[in-house]
């Protein structure tokens, strides 16, 4: 079996960033809006720690550089597909340099709550290049594993208005989808989803049913992440883990 630890970039990487051990295992829960993502790293970071790993959480457009910039910005309604995306390139960039790759070289688990991939399926839907939204991303640090919540739009609509409601991107609005914010965000939504099904396909994800009741999939998730770590190879002392371009 390929070592799970051999890191690779998934483009160019950033080459200013001497080459580094990275003992650590990056881990990406991917999945649409109000699918359950936080819900889940929530109850899979203190499970981790009790088994003895020290984790680190990171999360879409929480970089202490563009979390602000990229609250105010979408506050006017007003971004471009172009601006949209090249923001939340350097948002991710941030986090990967700052906190991602850091915790990796001091071997922790880093659960990142989504990944490029969720910048993939949202610059397809919005009519982005694809090429330059891959290559936006080429800084990334391919995942040891990803997992994907898959789910229906007719099942992802009631959990959404239960829960923190509908709001203006994650409805489409800006694509002027649909008539109202309901129509917009149920054509969205089900665009998304069908571009995460093929990301899903093309990347290998580990789909699991987000329809199931929280402690089934959290026991699933559990399960997937236990076997990948149990037959991760540990890196012998002293070498360095390489990073190679695929």
């Not at 720690?49 to 202490?64: D, K, N």
């Not at 941030?94 to 949202?122: C, K, N, S, W």
Request: negative net charge; charged residues 25%; aromatic residues 10%.
């Amino acid at each position: 079996m390929r070592s799970k630890r051999a890191k690779s970039w998934y483009g160019h990487g950033l080459p200013y960033l001497r080459e580094k051990r990275l003992p650590g295992h990056l881990i990406a829960i991917e999945g649409t809006d109000g699918v359950g993502r936080s819900t889940q790293i929530d109850l899979l970071r203190p499970w981790l720690e009790l088994e003895g790993y020290a984790v680190s959480h990171t999360g879409w457009t929480r970089s202490l550089l563009l979390s602000e910039t990229i609250n105010e910005a979408k506050a006017g309604h007003q971004l471009t597909v172009t601006t949209f995306s090249l923001l939340y390139a350097a948002d991710f960039a941030d986090r990967l340099e700052h906190e991602i790759l850091p915790a990796l070289q001091a071997g922790f688990i880093v659960i990142a709550d989504r990944y490029m991939y969720t910048a993939f399926a949202r610059n397809n839907v919005m009519g982005a290049d694809p090429d330059w939204s891959r290559e936006l991303f080429g800084v990334a640090l391919v995942p040891d594993l990803v997992l994907y919540l898959d789910i229906d739009v007719e099942t992802l609509i009631p959990r959404v208005v239960h829960g923190k409601g509908m709001d203006y991107w994650e409805s489409g609005m800006h694509l002027a989808l649909g008539t109202d914010l309901f129509d917009s965000f149920q054509r969205y939504q089900s665009r998304l989803i069908e571009e995460y099904r093929r990301l899903a396909a093309e990347f290998g994800f580990v789909s699991l049913d987000a329809r199931a009741p929280i402690e089934e999939i959290q026991s699933e998730l559990r399960k997937h992440i236990a076997d990948y770590l149990k037959f991760a190879e540990p890196a012998r002392p002293g070498t360095p883990t390489p990073l190679r371009k695929d």
